[in-house]
Nanobody, 117 residues
């Protein structure tokens, strides 16, 4: 079975940092594009950062310059380094792994990030 497990969330003060991890099992993670999404209460789930199989990255404007997505294929793990956290970053963060041809899409259970003012 395919499992994605997020970790690293928690409570942090504004201006602080957290590193989220998404660890995969049951897949060869290197052939998947991986994204981090987040969902705050009452809001739609939004894309935060994405990394392709080739290692190119993209970020939401709201986190650009503060967040960094990276991957360690040997460990089947993708990271999201979050610096200069703001209260607006408070959300449940989800890891998503996507394979094309054939099309598969996997989600983790999410990890809570709470940034206090």
């Amino acid at each position: 079975q395919v499992h994605l497990v997020e970790s690293g969330g928690g409570l942090v003060q504004a201006g602080g940092s957290l590193r989220l991890s998404c660890a995969a099992s049951g897949v060869i993670f290197s052939v998947y594009a991986v994204s981090w999404y987040r969902q705050a209460p009452g809001k739609q789930r939004e894309l935060v950062a994405a990394i392709t199989r080739g290692g190119s990255t993209n970020y939401a404007d709201s986190v650009k310059g503060r967040f960094t997505i990276s991957r360690d294929n040997a460990k089947n793990t993708v990271y999201l380094q979050m610096n200069s956290l703001e209260s607006e970053d408070t959300a449940v963060y989800y890891c998503n792994a996507r394979h094309i041809n054939p099309n598969y899409n996997y989600w983790g259970q999410g990890t809570q990030v709470t940034v206090s003012s």
